[in-house]
Structures are given as structure tokens and as C-alpha cells.
């Protein structure tokens, strides 16, 4: 079966790259879809992101990288996807992403959502927490793939150690 991983990835962090490592085990293959979305006023680019996920992926060949816009449940479709993953850190994520899970379930009954339990050693890790860190000058070095942590850098105008 193949699975799709929608996110916004601004940027990709460890916690999502441990559940794409995971999420391809255990599929035939994963589609990692980062979601255009004009109203989130994301640091990155589209096509950033995009290069970024796919340099943090290289070694792991059931994974795919791609944008798309519109419902999810539409895009699942056009991969062919059955499955749709998703991480949960922590309680608080629970409630979005069970609102979310049910939405997509009311719209396309087939598709079904899984959820990963995040590593406990990235449970506190958050696309805006990696971003808070980096433009006040912090090491983001354990959050982030080394190229994020490049990225993040040159946004900030800071030099890479
Ligand atoms: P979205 O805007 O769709 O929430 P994110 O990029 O913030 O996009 O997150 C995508 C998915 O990855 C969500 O299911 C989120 O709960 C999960 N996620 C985010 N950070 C982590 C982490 N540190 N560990 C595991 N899963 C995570």
C-alpha cells in the first residue's frame, strides 16, 4: 500500500524526517507532499522545501517528494494512497489532528489515517520552535537535517558553524 505524509514542513525538522523513516518501513512507498498554502506565510518557499525533504531523504528509496494544493483526500487519491500518516507529539496535537483524521474520513471513507508516535527524543520539536531558536542566534544543529540547518542560517544572515 502506498501512504502520503502531508505537512508544511517550514522547514522539515528530525521529528517529521523520523516519521518518514519510519512511515516508508512500513509501506511500499510514501509520498511526502508539502501543502501550498498561501495563508500560512511560511520562511520557506515551496520549492525550498521541496529541495530540502529531498536532500534529507536521499537514502531512502520508497520515498517520493511533492507539492500539491486543495484537499488532501484529493491528492491522496491522485498518488494512489490508502493511507494517510501523520505524527502526534503530545496531547495537545491530539484534538487538531482527530478534527482533521474525521474531516477526511467524511469525505473520502476509503482513505484511512495513521498515526506515529513521535521519538521521545524529538517529542518537543516544532517547525516553529526550530525557527524561534534560529533567528535569535540558538543551535539548531539537533533539531534540523544539516542542509535545514544551512537554510536557516542564510535567512537569518548568520554564518554556519
Ligand atoms: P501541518 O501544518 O499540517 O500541521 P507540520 O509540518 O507542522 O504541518 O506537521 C506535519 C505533521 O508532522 C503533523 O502530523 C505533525 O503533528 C507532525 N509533526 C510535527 N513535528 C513532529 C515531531 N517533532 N515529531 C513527530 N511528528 C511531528
Known amino acids: 500500500m502506498q501512504a502520503l505524509y502531508p505537512g508544511s514542513f517550514d522547514p522539515l525538522t528530525l521529528g517529521h524526517l523520523d516519521v518518514i523513516e519510519r512511515g516508508s518501513n512500513l509501506f511500499q512507498g510514501l509520498t511526502v507532499a508539502v501543502l501550498r498554502n498561501p495563508s500560512k506565510n511560511p520562511c520557506f518557499s515551496v520549492e525550498q522545501r521541496l529541495e530540502q525533504i529531498r536532500q534529507a531523504t536521499r537514502h531512502l528509496a520508497k520515498v517520493q517528494v511533492a507539492a500539491f494544493d486543495g484537499l488532501t483526500v484529493d491528492f491522496a487519491q491522485r498518488c494512489g ?49 526550530v525557527k524561534e531558536v534560529a533567528r535569535f542566534g540558538g543551535s539548531v544543529g539537533h533539531m534540523v537535517p544539516t542542509g535545514v540547518a544551512e537554510d536557516l542560517a542564510r535567512l537569518f544572515n548568520q554564518s554556519f558553524p
Open 81 to 129: 494512497a490508502g493511507v494517510i500518516l501523520r505524527g502526534l507529539r503530545a496531547l495537545s496535537d491530539f484534538e487538531y489532528e482527530l478534527q482533521i483524521a474525521h474531516t477526511n474520513k467524511s469525505l473520502a471513507p476509503q482513505l484511512e489515517t495513521l498515526f506515529l508516535a513521535t521519538a521521545t527524543t524529538h517529542s518537543f520539536l516544532s517547525s516553529s520552535v
